[in-house]
């Protein structure tokens, strides 16, 4: 069987591993600017806010290496001579993007950047986020050593597919795109402990980890606690990883180079907020190429649940001016009297929330026109617009905070606004959006991606990468959310809801009528424990639970390497309709916005493309509650002590009709080695144990067997065998 290479990239929602500084706020201190920098303050200033912040020493979100800032730098004229004069002054690793290029610039020279005369505009290259839903480095003196098992591996059944089907993930390679893999420096540990594969794991999977690409240093390696997960899938695979911290350019490129290592599947949790909403971006692209040549691509769908807002931009009629424009009005009623700087009032439309001390927004604006960041040759976008934030100053409500980004500069139809409460009171503030210059857009978007503060009405917010028509999609559930763990199955509020955000742009720039994509594709367990990464221990087990979708895309990467193993490689659309139409439905009927079509059941994709028919699992309930008792395959003990001495048990056989689609209408099931009862029935649900059974209240040892029926003729396709302990109390 030809080798299936399986890779993985990191989506996780994590709080503060994410700033937004494009922004101008009041009131602001500028007494300890210096010239340069207040002469850079300025609409002709060939530096984005946030390298002229740097040089002031402001903490910004961008990667800093040996003294080096990566930029995205725009020419006047000739992009080679920007390349020549940009080495001069100290700039490395340059690389041509189309109408740009990409460059790592010294901080100390970016004043000198400024008076390069082949230098239009350069902005700084942010370094993404990642899905965790919330992180903290877990360390304590209690923490016990040795393996550590996600409990999400249960969830999905993948246990009992590597336990009754032997599939471990052997010869696949699985890659992992995230922040780092060991900027912590304690890999090593996790070999040895038996969570991570290498020369010294005791369990003997000891193909070490393939770094293509490692991340910037004092990272989280969030990249690391994804691979774990991935190793207790699919312990055999083999793992790469290459950083996605070094901008959307790089990441596109990453996800090139996994393919080109092997990757039969490419799994990542990492978003950048200047990803294009309306247009599918060059990592959606990259996404489409590799899977066009037959590379899984699975993706987190992002944590931030509905915490958006879309519509067409609607002219109020208001004008502002300045860096505020013309004002949209949101339609919902809510109107306030805005005074500028100059003394000037406007009534505007606006949206009111409710800042907690210590709270800060992170408000992201998108809209329709062209990206650089889809098309490097295309065009520009046409508008440049302004998120603000209005708020009580000196007894009247002023902004207190706005976006700066000259968008048709940039070349990104993105900005941001981050506002923080440092007071003891909650802060009444209000949303406004303005149109500084340009064409009114077909379609706007923000997200809040901090702490909900309750804005209303509420959109769907998945959104870049997330959307690409390549990608496997994951949302999220808690694993204790779960049948396996008893309860019944529903989405981690944080898990990005999809449907609220056309395709308005094809790649090249161009207008085309709206595509909605049917995202998030599929649900997969979150809140799983790994060795050190989490956030706190959530169920009180001695490790830190892993949340956010970053965690589900994972696990359910690794499961689709199971089934790879099994059958060889195969098409996404097979893969697809494996893991999609075996799913257990959530929310409405079929597929819906906020699960997809469900949560992932490995077990039930893997007899799905089986050849023949067969029972591949049997589950028994209890017949009052209906709650699932116990999971039954071929060899295991069932243990019934905890229950209640005259529990009435309900069996349910699964049955897959093979690939051959072989029509199945009943299930012939046996007690203690003969039959017990025999049943063509279209109902998948048997009473096993009655109250009038004898049976079901004695002690002792008992075999459940099953077999297939089809029509015209009894066909015994397979048999199980099972313990089964009723003891008396």
């Given at each position: 069987m030809k080798k299936i290479a399986v890779c993985a990239a990191l989506f996780c929602t994590a709080t503060n591993l994410f700033a937004f500084d494009d922004q101008d706020s009041v009131p602001k201190n500028k007494n300890t600017e210096s010239a340069v920098v207040k002469s850079l303050r300025s609409e002709s200033s060939k530096l984005d806010s946030r390298l002229i912040k740097l040089m002031s020493g402001d903490q910004v979100s961008v990667v800093i290496v040996n003294g080096k800032v990566q930029v995205r730098a725009f020419p006047a004229g000739d992009i080679g001579v920007l390349v020549s004069e940009l080495r001069e002054v100290g700039a490395t690793k340059t690389k041509i993007r189309g109408k740009y290029l990409t460059s790592w610039v010294p901080v100390s020279k970016l004043g000198h950047v400024a008076k390069v005369d082949s230098l239009k505009y350069a902005t700084a290259i942010d370094s993404g986020s990642g899905n965790a839903q919330s992180w903290k480095r877990y360390i304590t003196s209690q923490q016990p050593t040795?393996?550590?098992v996600s409990q999400g591996d249960r969830a999905m059944l993948a246990?009992?597919?590597?336990?009754?089907?032997g599939l471990t993930g052997k010869g696949i390679k699985i890659g992992i795109v995230s922040d780092s893999f060991n900027s912590l420096g304690n890999a090593e540990k996790s070999v040895k402990d038996g969570d991570l594969p290498g020369l010294n794991n005791p369990n003997g999977y000891t193909l070490p980890v393939n770094v293509l690409k490692e991340g910037p240093s004092n990272n989280n390696d969030e990249g690391r606690?994804?691979?774990?997960?991935?190793?207790?899938?699919?312990?055999d695979a083999e793992i790469y990883f290459y950083s996605a911290r070094y901008g959307l350019e790089d990441f596109a490129d990453g996800i090139r180079q996994l393919a080109a290592a092997g990757c039969d599947i490419i799994v990542d949790d990492w978003f950048y907020f200047a990803e294009p909403a309306f247009q599918d971006g060059i990592i959606n692209q990259a996404i489409d190429e590799v899977t066009e040549n037959g590379v899984l691509y699975f993706t987190a769908a992002g944590n931030f649940g509905n915490n958006a807002y879309d519509s067409p931009f609607v002219d109020s009629g208001v004008d502002m001016g300045g860096e505020f424009g013309r004002m949209h009005d949101f339609q919902n009623g809510h109107q306030e009297t805005v005074t500028l700087f100059d003394g000037s009032e406007h009534t505007i439309s606006s949206i009111p929330i409710v800042l907690q001390p210590g709270d800060t927004t992170g408000l992201y604006l998108y809209w329709d026109d062209p990206s650089i960041l889809a098309n490097a040759n295309g065009d520009f976008p046409d508008g440049d617009m302004s998120i603000i934030l209005i708020g009580d100053r000196n007894g009247k409500r002023m902004p207190v905070s706005w976006s700066v980004i000259d968008n048709t500069r940039s070349g990104v139809p993105a900005e941001s606004n981050s506002y923080q409460n440092q007071t003891n009171q909650p802060l009444n503030l209000s949303i406004a959006i303005g149109l500084v210059r340009g064409n009114a857009p077909r379609g706007i978007k923000f997200i809040n991606f901090a702490k909900n503060f309750g804005f209303a009405p509420f959109s769907g917010a998945l959104v870049g990468h997330a959307n690409a028509e390549g990608a496997f999609t994951i949302g999220s559930v808690n694993y204790w959310n779960t049948p396996q763990f008893g309860n019944q199955l529903r989405?981690?509020?944080?898990?990005?809801?999809?449907?609220?955000?056309p395709i308005l742009l094809d790649p090249t720039g161009n207008p085309t009528a709206p595509i909605f994509r049917n995202k998030p594709d599929l649900m997969g367990p979150d809140f799983a424990n790994t060795s050190f990464f989490g956030n706190g221990d959530a169920d009180n087990d001695g490790f830190p639970n892993f949340d956010g979708t970053s965690a589900a895309a994972p696990h359910v990467a690794a499961a689709a390497a199971l089934i790879l193993e099994k059958y060889g490689p195969l098409s996404r659309e097979t893969v697809w309709n494996a893991l999609t139409t075996t799913a257990l439905d959530m929310g409405s009927d079929g597929f819906d916005f906020s699960t997809g079509h469900g949560f992932v059941q490995i077990d039930a994709a893997v007899a799905s493309l089986d050849?023949?028919?067969?029972?591949?699992?049997?589950?028994?309930?209890?017949?009052?509650?209906g709650n699932l008792i116990q999971t039954l395959f071929d060899g295991d003990d069932i243990d019934l002590t905890?229950?209640?001495?005259?529990?009435?048990?309900?069996?349910?056989?699964?049955?897959?009709?093979?690939?051959?689609?072989?029509?199945v209408n009943g299930v012939r099931l046996g007690i203690s080695g003969s039959e017990y009862f025999y049943r063509f029935d279209s109902s998948p649900t048997y009473t096993l144990f009655e109250d009038s059974d004898?049976?079901?209240?004695?002690?002792?040892?008992?075999?459940?067997?099953?077999?297939?029926?089809?029509?015209?003729?009894?066909?015994?396709?397979?048999?199980?065998?099972?313990?089964?302990v009723k003891n008396e109390k």
């Open positions: 040795g393996k550590v246990d009992n597919v590597r336990k009754h089907l606690a994804m691979a774990e997960i991935i190793h207790d899938v699919a312990p989405a981690a509020g944080y898990s990005s809801v999809g449907g609220a955000t050849d023949k028919p067969s029972v591949y699992r049997l589950e028994l309930f209890d017949q009052t509650s905890s229950q209640s001495k005259d529990i009435n048990v309900n069996v349910r056989a699964l049955v897959n009709n093979g690939k051959n689609n072989d029509s004898e049976v079901g209240l004695l002690s002792g040892n008992y075999f459940l067997t099953s077999k297939l029926s089809v029509p015209g003729v009894y066909t015994p396709f397979d048999f199980y065998s099972f313990s089964f």
